[in-house]
């Protein structure tokens, strides 16, 4: 491999996603080093900084941003923030690497989309699940016909609704922040890996309700969709159940077995010739740490883009459809 330079990094946003799934790791990673972090909380980035020693911390992003000593920009904001701030990254001649869901909604991912390829800067998305260990054995599982033919695909959600129903304290339940509720926070994943794993839908269509009307967003959301490759998708997405009843599920059926696991959890169930064998993964210190490795890597010319804006605007697009009835692919 050609020696590579160190990406000295700016981040935007220092919630608690950063605090241990993505800070850290940019400081573990190779020929990379967080050096700055952006919050408009004086004190509480302050305390970011000092906690994470970090070298320089700012409560305006502009400053952050254009500050000579970071190379690239990380974008952990709420989703409502993330095109601006990638613009301007990109107006500065810095790539980025951005949260998902990639923006606000599928008109914003375009315009960032164009903007990247317009000023030739890259741009990468955090659907960091494809460079896990347990979803690439899933991959791998899937591409040696371990159970045949791929059938279809079901996702089955259910969640306690958490409690904090607030949407001034609680972004992801306000559609204006977070583009809509919790099915925006999570399905992203989810949907992502179903791309990642058996290519592009043909076409997809689906409902969303607001059940049990504790927030203005959707709390129930269902889904169909045929994959290019003639696999059936379904998935049903709630938010609102008693605790003890909540659900993880992904399931992928096949001619000769059964593929099962949760997104958010680290056991693949594998089903075949009437036997049931059970995969366990450690889950990682760092989730995003093997996605920030690649990124790194192709930030310095080495290796391909890990999850590109087409990518995620696969998510984005049937998100839209699911919950706000956009049923056409663009």
Same mark, same amino acid.
């Given at each position: 491999?050609?020696?590579?330079?160190?990406?000295?990094?700016?981040?935007?946003?220092?919630?608690?996603?950063?605090?241990? /799934?993505?800070?850290?790791?940019?400081?573990?990673?190779?020929?990379?080093?967080?050096?700055?972090?952006?919050?408009? =909380? *004086?004190?509480?980035? /302050? #305390?970011?900084?000092?906690?994470?020693?970090?070298?320089?911390?700012?409560? =305006?992003?502009?400053?952050?941003?254009?500050?000579? #000593?970071? =190379? *690239?920009?990380?974008?952990?904001?709420?989703?409502?923030?993330? #095109?601006?701030?990638?613009?301007?990254?990109?107006?500065?001649? /810095?790539?980025?690497?951005?949260?998902?869901?990639?923006?606000?909604d599928v008109a914003a991912c375009l315009r960032m989309e164009a903007f990247s390829k317009k000023m030739g800067i890259k741009m990468v998305i955090a659907h960091y699940r494809r460079a896990l260990p347990l979803f690439l054995e899933v991959k791998r599982l899937v591409e040696s016909n371990s159970i045949g033919t791929i059938l279809s695909v079901r996702i089955e959600m259910l969640k306690y609704d958490g409690g904090n129903l607030d949407p001034i304290e609680n972004w992801r339940i306000d559609p204006k922040v977070a583009g809509g509720g919790y099915f925006y926070d999570l399905a992203p994943h989810q949907l992502d890996l179903v791309f990642y794993f058996f290519g592009k839908a043909i076409r997809y269509q689906g409902e969303a309700f607001n059940n049990a009307k504790l927030y203005k967003a959707e709390d129930t959301v269902t889904g169909v969709m045929e994959l290019n490759n003639g696999i059936e998708f379904t998935g049903h997405w709630c938010f609102c159940v008693e605790k003890g009843n909540e659900k993880d599920l992904f399931e992928i059926v096949g001619t000769q077995g059964k593929i099962s696991f949760p997104v958010f959890g680290h056991t693949i169930t594998l089903e075949r010739e009437g036997k049931i064998e059970e995969i366990h993964f450690d889950p990682p210190m760092h989730n995003q740490q093997n996605l920030i490795e690649k990124i790194v890597q192709y930030f310095n010319g080495v290796g391909e883009n890990p999850c590109t804006a087409d990518d995620a605007l696969q998510s984005m697009r049937v998100m839209e459809a699911f919950v706000y009835g956009n049923k056409k692919l663009m």
């Open positions: 491999m050609a020696s590579m330079n160190t990406i000295r990094w700016g981040m935007i946003g220092c919630g608690s996603v950063t605090e241990v /799934k993505s800070g850290p790791a940019f400081n573990k990673v190779p020929n990379s080093k967080l050096m700055a972090v952006m919050r408009r =909380d *004086a004190v509480k980035v /302050k #305390e970011y900084a000092l906690r994470n020693q970090v070298p320089y911390y700012f409560t =305006d992003a502009t400053e952050l941003i254009h500050h000579p #000593e970071v =190379d *690239a920009i990380y974008i952990a904001t709420p989703p409502k923030y993330h #095109e601006q701030y990638a613009i301007a990254a990109m107006k500065a001649g /810095k790539p980025v690497y951005v949260e998902k869901p990639m923006a606000l």
